[in-house]
């Protein structure tokens, strides 16, 4: 009994083994049973694995190829088919059957319903494309799962295809370069058809508003137009939209991919949010490649200052930053990290320049950040998250790493200009997260009402008295030694920071209060920027 067969097999070539020991199973007695085959060809199957999202938000690049049928039929083709067991409805796929595909589909129609599976095998995709009963609905996926040229092309010649967000961003990663052409060609066409129909029927004041020109295409208004070129009772047949959405959000890291969407004429001005939507468009890759594609978007028009429910694009930036590093952290040794930020390219560091240097402050009220979070802050943010404690010896080497790069072409003038910024900034928030208070900043996914904010800080009272003393010390620490702010952190901060914890107590009520008769006053040391 042959099960578990073919499936995420990427060069059939190299598995004439498995065809041999599989043939003569066969030869000797066996059978195929239907398990051997993708979970994809199987009746009320779910791989939870297929549909996973990744759960630091980054969109996944995998393509979950399925070459089963491929195998079956070089079998076919070697040894000769003796048995299977699959559904009857893919016995002709089995086959490759014209014909006996015909007679099923005259008797019924449940075959519609295996079209996917069918995208494998191109003259019995086209059989069951003849008939309106076929829904094609995931069909171009799977045709690009199957590594399918042929297939994919009678799918977007078909008027019920609809090409969307997710094929382009298929396609911005699949390795077949035919299958990509054929996927970015047909909507880069599409597009054109819809913005002429546009220009043609509806009023001039509507094409201005959605801003259609003759030497740009329809981005994030494709849907509004199509929506209003349906009421119209427009013929709209293959031009189908179904939602809102930019061309820019599905390119990935595929800088090519984008500039070949950009010169068709798409433009990154229509879409406001695609710096701000960065880390939820991007798949993992290094920080150079991350770095590259918001270097891209920046040079293309995106706006830096837009803001969004986060503060600017220039924090999110940040934070992506801060976040990626963090999440190769575990994995990676040290010198890997130095290798990686010493060999940034020149318009790499300068965009990292900008995060670090851009003083631009969101509404946040929290001790780590005295007059709201700058790009510094969001990027240490995402470098010494809340919820992961990490290794924090290692987070501060890599902070002093990406410092040393930053500032490497300074000028004394220039050091002297930004180091309040820099270093009270840096130290204030590492030694925030050193003492483990708890963030109050405000973010898209967390809305902290004001009376529990101040309830935090109370509770946090102590706490927040020590940061302001630790600081006051790190401050003169380091004028003393006048040494570079990388050097610092990762040498006399580190040293004073892990003694002071280790022989931390909370202080006692009196001593609190004896605290602050000499006048020192929390709510400033938190919320500065809200004094009278």
């Not at 329809?218 to 509004?224: K, P, R, T």
Request: proline share 4%; hydrophobic share 40%.
């Amino acid at each position: 009994m042959i099960q578990v067969f073919g499936g995420g097999l990427s060069d059939l070539d190299n598995h004439q083994i498995t065809i041999d020991i599989c043939s003569d199973l066969l030869k000797y007695g066996g059978y195929m049973t239907r398990s051997a085959l993708d979970w994809r060809h199987q009746e009320n199957w779910f791989n939870p694995a297929y549909h996973a999202h990744r759960v630091d938000g980054r969109r996944v690049d995998n393509l979950f190829e399925d070459f089963t049928f491929r195998l079956v039929w070089k079998i076919a083709d070697e040894k000769g088919l003796q048995d299977i067991d699959v559904p009857e409805e893919l016995q002709p796929l089995a086959y490759r059957s014209k014909k006996l595909l015909a007679a099923k589909l005259r008797r019924d129609n449940d075959v519609y319903r295996w079209i996917k599976s069918y995208t494998r095998w191109p003259p019995g995709l086209a059989l069951l494309l003849q008939s309106d009963h076929a829904s094609i609905d995931g069909a171009l996926t799977a045709a690009c799962e199957a590594n399918c040229e042929e297939s994919v092309r009678l799918l977007i010649n078909d008027h019920r295809c609809f090409i969307g967000k997710e094929d382009l961003e298929l396609a911005s990663f699949h390795p077949n370069p035919a299958i990509v052409d054929l996927i970015v060609n047909a909507f880069i066409d599409r597009r054109k058809r819809l913005q002429a129909l546009a220009v043609a029927h509806l009023p001039r004041e509507v094409i201005d508003q959605l801003n259609i020109r003759s030497d740009t295409l329809l981005n994030v208004h494709a849907y509004e137009a199509y929506t209003l070129l349906s009421a119209a009772s427009v013929d709209l047949e293959n031009l189908l939209e179904r939602h809102t959405w930019s061309a820019f959000d599905c390119f990935g890291i595929n800088l090519e991919l984008a500039s070949r969407l950009y010169d068709a004429g798409f433009r990154v001005t229509d879409n406001k949010t695609c710096l701000t939507n960065l880390w939820r468009a991007t798949p993992p890759c290094t920080l150079e490649e991350f770095l590259q594609k918001a270097h891209w978007l920046i040079l293309k028009g995106a706006d830096v200052h837009h803001q969004g429910p986060s503060g600017s694009a220039l924090h999110t930036l940040g934070k992506c930053v801060g976040s990626i590093l963090q999440w190769l952290q575990p994995n990676d040794q040290e010198e890997d990290y130095h290798l990686e930020i010493q060999s940034l390219s020149d318009s790499s560091k300068a965009l990292l320049k900008i995060i670090f240097l851009d003083n631009t402050r969101d509404k946040c009220e929290c001790a780590c950040s005295l007059t709201g979070c700058s790009p510094l802050t969001a990027l240490l943010g995402g470098l010494f998250p809340t919820r992961i404690r990490g290794d924090s010896r290692k987070m501060v080497r890599i902070l002093a790493d990406l410092l040393s790069v930053v500032l490497d072409d300074f000028d004394a003038i220039s050091l002297e200009r930004y180091k309040n910024h820099l270093g009270a900034g840096i130290l204030r928030f590492i030694t925030f997260w050193s003492l483990d208070l708890t963030h109050t900043c405000l973010h898209e996914y967390r809305e902290i009402k004001p009376e529990e904010i101040r309830e935090i800080h109370d509770e946090e009272k102590s706490l927040i008295l020590d940061l302001v003393s630790l600081l006051k010390q790190f401050s003169e620490e380091f004028e003393e030694h006048n040494l570079q702010l990388p050097s610092f952190i990762a040498g006399p901060w580190r040293t004073h920071m892990d003694s002071f914890l280790s022989s931390y107590r909370p202080h006692s009520i009196q001593e609190i209060s004896q605290i602050l008769e000499t006048g020192v006053i929390i709510d400033e040391q938190i919320d500065q920027h809200h004094r009278p």
